[in-house]
């Protein structure tokens, strides 16, 4: 296995996660997904997960002389020229996060 990082995690969960909505019975199952038990369907549980989590890291031009950029995670780094994108910077490189400008 290659070294796994959360955001892998998250990925894979978004992939396994169904997009119909759970629709529950008195009981509180979830008869969309089959999940016959009380506690709240996996379905719903990773959707939440899922929307808390912001899974990009913007970059931001703080100093246009030194081509310094600041992270959305508190970094800070300085290009040689160019933007990140540019540069073909496809995740940040201090939360590896997706990277966004
Ligand atoms: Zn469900
Ligand atoms: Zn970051």
Redesign the pocket.
């Known amino acids: 296995m290659e070294d796994i990082n959360i955001n892998h995690i998250y990925a894979v969960l978004e992939q396994l996660i169904d997009d119909n909505e759970c629709s529950f019975d008195h009981h509180g199952y979830c008869q969309e997904h089959g999940w016959m038990d009380k506690s709240t369907c996996p379905h719903a549980l990773a959707k939440e997960i899922l929307k808390g989590e912001n899974l990009t890291?913007k970059w931001t031009l703080t100093d246009d002389d030194q081509n310094l950029w600041e992270?959305?995670?508190d970094?800070l780094f300085i290009l040689e020229s160019d933007s990140p994108k540019e540069n073909k910077m496809e995740f940040?490189c201090?939360?590896g996060?997706k990277l966004v400008i």
Do not use: I, L, R
Request: charged residues 20%; neutral net charge.
């Open positions: 890291c992270t959305e995670c970094g940040c201090y939360c996060k």
